[in-house]
Each structure stands twice: as structure tokens, then as C-alpha cells.
């Protein structure tokens, strides 16, 4: 997405050059990020996800154009949700995370063959979690049901207690961040450019203030990919709201997890 390309740009390009104090290379800074948020706000300015009033077909095709059509559309989602589940809180659905052991398993979303998959509410330091299964039959994807969990009860257990404490306590998250921190960025261009920086311990804040660790809620998506690495885990979180689009990678040492990559 350009919005979150942008954002990055900037990110690296403050980290790379703030520091340097040239006048030159900070005009030239400026004149980028002025280019970038005039074209966004061009962008933006003819941008309408919902603008027809009927459903597009392909709805069903993949289970994530369903899932944000249904999230963002009080009827649709009557529609296509059993009557005894309480869809209320799935209208108010920002931020998602689909965990998994490595950046390949986040490719099993784009699988048109899928026929359930598991969307699990989180709020952080709650013990009960709320899961929802979806299922497609007919060519259709429907809400089929929902149930109350213990957190002790889901296979990521130990790994979600664990991001509780870290997105919610500054100190305790810097405390298990490893420094220098590898920052990787795809720029949009004719190449697909990555650019390849790292974050010290004194520009982690900065980092930090620009998008979201922390939430009141996370909506975890369960396609059906591996969860079984106990020493690694990709984290892809993806802002509904805001168009963010990025992923962290944690390591476990001993009984330590610890932030070692972010990737756009």
C-alpha cells in the first residue's frame, strides 16, 4: 500500500538522516514527504471501498475482501451471521493480527479453497477470549458461531500473555526489543527496492509514536496456518482504520520473547 510505504519512507528516512545535519539532505527530505502526501491525498480524495450499493461478487472469493465487507457493513453482516450470536462487537473490528511461524505461512489468506476460518477477540490482561468460526458452504462465507475461551485454552497461550505485557508497558517493551533493532522497508517503486536499516534504543520512541503496538483489542486471524514453533513467531498486524500494514518478529530465548525484526 502506498499509504504505509510513505509512512515507512519516512520513518527510515528520518532514522537515516536526521542525525546528519545537513541542510541539503533535509530539504531534499521535505521535498519527498510533500510529494508523497500530496499524491496520497489525491488518492484518498477518489477512494470509496463501498460505493455500490449491492455486494460485488467476488465478496466470497477470498476470505479477507468478505471479512472486511462484512466488519464495515451493519446489514451484510445480519445477513450472513447465525441469529443467536451477538455481532456487535465485530462492527467495531481496527486492528488485526495474523500470527504464524514464518512470513510464507501468511500467504494461506489468499487461498480461494478455504472453508473455515477462526477469528479470536483478544483484549489484553482479559483470561477469556471470544472466538468466532466462519464457514463456506454454497460459495458463500457465513458467520456460524461463536464461543468463550480461557487464552490458556488457544495454542498461542503463552506467546499472547507475553504481547499483553509487551504492547501495553513501554518499559517492559523496550526492555525486549533487541538493539539494534532491523527495520525492513519495500519501497514502491519500478524495482521493489528494499531498503535495510536498523533502530537504536534512543530512536525505538520515535518509532513507536507512528503506529500502533498497542490496542484496546486485537482480531486474530486463523486460516488454518502452522502454529507450532514455541521459539518463533511473525506477527502480521494490519490497521483496518488507518491502512497500516506491517509485521513483527519475535524470538524466544529461554523463557524470554524478544523483538528482533519489523518488515513492511
Not at 20 to 26: C, E, P, R
Not at 113 to 132: A, N
Not at 158 to 182: G, K, N, R, Y
Request: hydrophobic share 40%; glycine share 4%; proline share 4%.
Amino acid at each position: 500500500m502506498r499509504i504505509l510505504v510513505c509512512f515507512f519512507s519516512i520513518a527510515a528516512c528520518s532514522l537515516l538522516l536526521g542525525c546528519t545535519g545537513s541542510n541539503d539532505a533535509q530539504a531534499d527530505a521535505s521535498d519527498t514527504l510533500s510529494v508523497c502526501f500530496e499524491e496520497e491525498a489525491e488518492e484518498l480524495d477518489e477512494l470509496d471501498l463501498w460505493e455500490e450499493d449491492t455486494v460485488p461478487v467476488t465478496v466470497d472469493e477470498v476470505f479477507d475482501d468478505f471479512f472486511f465487507r462484512l466488519v464495515s457493513d451493519p446489514e451484510f453482516l445480519r445477513e450472513r451471521s447465525n441469529d443467536t450470536i451477538d455481532v456487535s462487537p465485530l462492527l467495531h473490528v481496527d486492528l488485526c493480527a495474523v500470527p504464524g511461524d514464518r512470513m510464507n505461512d501468511m500467504e494461506v489468506a489468499k487461498d480461494t479453497s478455504l472453508r473455515k476460518v477462526l477469528i479470536t477477540r483478544f483484549v489484553p490482561h482479559d483470561s477469556i477470549v471470544k472466538r468466532y468460526t466462519f464457514g463456506r458452504s454454497d460459495g458463500k462465507w457465513r458467520l456460524e458461531d461463536d464461543e468463550d475461551l480461557k487464552v490458556g485454552a488457544t495454542p498461542l497461550a503463552q506467546f499472547l500473555q507475553f504481547f499483553s505485557h509487551w504492547s501495553t508497558d513501554s518499559a517492559f517493551q523496550t526492555a525486549h526489543v533487541i538493539f539494534p533493532l532491523s527495520l525492513r522497508v519495500e519501497l514502491e517503486d519500478e524495482d521493489g527496492e528494499e531498503v535495510d536499516t536498523q533502530v537504536s534504543r534512543d530512536e525505538w520512541p520515535l518509532l513507536t509514536n507512528d503506529y500502533p503496538l498497542a490496542a484496546d483489542t486485537l482480531w486474530l486471524m486463523d486460516y488454518g496456518q502452522p502454529q507450532i514453533s514455541q521459539n518463533r513467531k511473525v506477527l502480521q498486524l494490519r490497521g483496518l482504520s488507518n491502512g497500516l500494514f506491517f509485521t513483527l518478529k519475535f524470538d524466544r530465548t529461554g523463557d524470554e520473547w524478544r523483538l528482533f525484526e519489523i518488515e513492511n
